[in-house]
T-cell receptor, first 115, second 115 residues
Framework: AQTVTQSQPEMSVQEAETVTLSCTYD???????LFWYKQPPSRQMILVIR??????QNATENRFSVNFQKAAKSFSLKISDSQLGDTAMYFC????????????FGTGTRLTIIP | DAGVTQSPTHLIKTRGQQVTLRCSPK?????VSWYQQALGQGPQFIFQ???????QRGNFPDRFSGHQFPNYSSELNVNALLLGDSALYLC??????????????FGPGTRLTVT
């Protein structure tokens, strides 16, 4: 079974600053995806970024980037030039590629951007 | 392009009652997954439907059952409601291609309160 751990229940940062959210996971699988989802107060879970484990290059999406360390089973999310709209719960999630398509989520990090 | 829709938005039920939640997937998607998100927690996988059959199931009792219709929409049924079933129920849709499931897109959820 896979487990996902987010050790930072809450974080806050000033607007325009950079913040990094941590995630570690445990799996015996070699092929998998990792995701960061954002859940604002509206409750809609929104995909922020995804990383395929077989890719060594870290994924980036505009102001969002990840630091994927496969050997260490670490998958952190960096948000640059943070904006008020980034305020939300952020969940790290794991998905096996073959034979098991469920998402396994961490417990989340509540991020507050301070004006 | 309509995204994933869920109904109702909110629901209040009494312990012991039965409830049905509904989900319409994003256009072009054929796979529906259901998740339960307790307050302050990450979503937990309930089950997944593809080709009108339950393909994967998480660690939930038989009181939780589902159905997928030929138009790919889905229902989640919970019998003999317990106070602990109070949660946000999320539906996610995706496309199964070549036996791989791709990114899951989430609906806004149904908030179920059991009194």
């Amino acid at each position: 079974a896979q487990t996902v751990t987010q050790s930072q229940p809450e974080m806050s940062v000033q607007e325009a600053e950079t913040v990094t959210l941590s995630c570690t996971y445990d799996t015996s699988e070699n092929n998998y995806y990792l995701f960061w989802y954002k859940q604002p107060p509206s409750r809609q879970m929104i995909l922020v970024i995804r990383q395929e484990a077989y890719k060594q290059q870290n994924a980036t999406e505009n102001r969002f980037s990840v630091n994927f360390q496969k050997a260490a089973k670490s998958f952190s999310l960096k948000i640059s030039d943070s904006q008020l709209g980034d305020t939300a719960m952020y969940f790290c999630a794991f998905m096996k590629i073959f034979g098991n398509e469920k998402l396994t989520f961490g417990t989340g990090t509540r991020l507050t951007i301070i004006p | 392009d309509a995204g994933v829709t869920q109904s109702p938005t909110h629901l209040i039920k009494t312990r012991g009652q039965q409830v049905t939640l509904r989900c319409s997937p994003k256009s072009g998607h054929d796979t529906v997954s259901w998740y339960q998100q307790a307050l302050g927690q990450g979503p937990q996988f309930i089950f997944q439907y593809y080709e009108e059959e339950e393909r994967q199931r998480g660690n939930f009792p038989d009181r939780f059952s589902g159905h997928q219709f030929p138009n790919y929409s889905s229902e989640l049924n919970v019998n003999a409601l317990l106070l602990g079933d109070s949660a946000l129920y999320l539906c996610a849709s995706s496309l199964t291609l070549d036996r791989e499931v791709h990114e899951q897109y989430f609906g806004p959820g149904t908030r179920l309160t059991v009194t």
